[in-house]
């Protein structure tokens, strides 16, 4: 759904050093991201009733799909990740 100023959630988060990684990569990548409820100081989740503080990765929605493939390529790609007993070392 898109807000006032033309910007649509592309990812909900409860940890703020997550949704900063996660925000960075798209305004390196070029993309006009923002935070939402994000500016709770040393309190990161702040306790909610009925859960965690919600944080919000908003872009523009003409930015979205991109953003989508981006993301999805940095923090959803399992064949990044080193296996489990696996050093990384310089050949």
Request: glycine residues 8%; negative net charge; charged residues 20%.
């Amino acid at each position: 759904m898109e807000d006032s100023n033309g910007l649509v959630t592309l990812a909900y988060f409860s940890n703020a050093t997550e949704a900063g990684m996660a925000c960075e990569l798209l305004l390196n990548n070029g993309i006009a991201a923002i935070l939402r409820g994000a500016n709770f100081g040393a309190l990161d989740p702040l306790p909610m009733v009925g859960g965690f503080s919600e944080i919000r990765l908003m872009v523009p929605a003409g930015d979205l799909e991109r953003s989508q493939e981006l993301y999805q390529a940095f923090f959803e790609n399992e064949e990044a990740s080193l296996p489990e007993n696996e050093d990384v070392s310089d050949e």
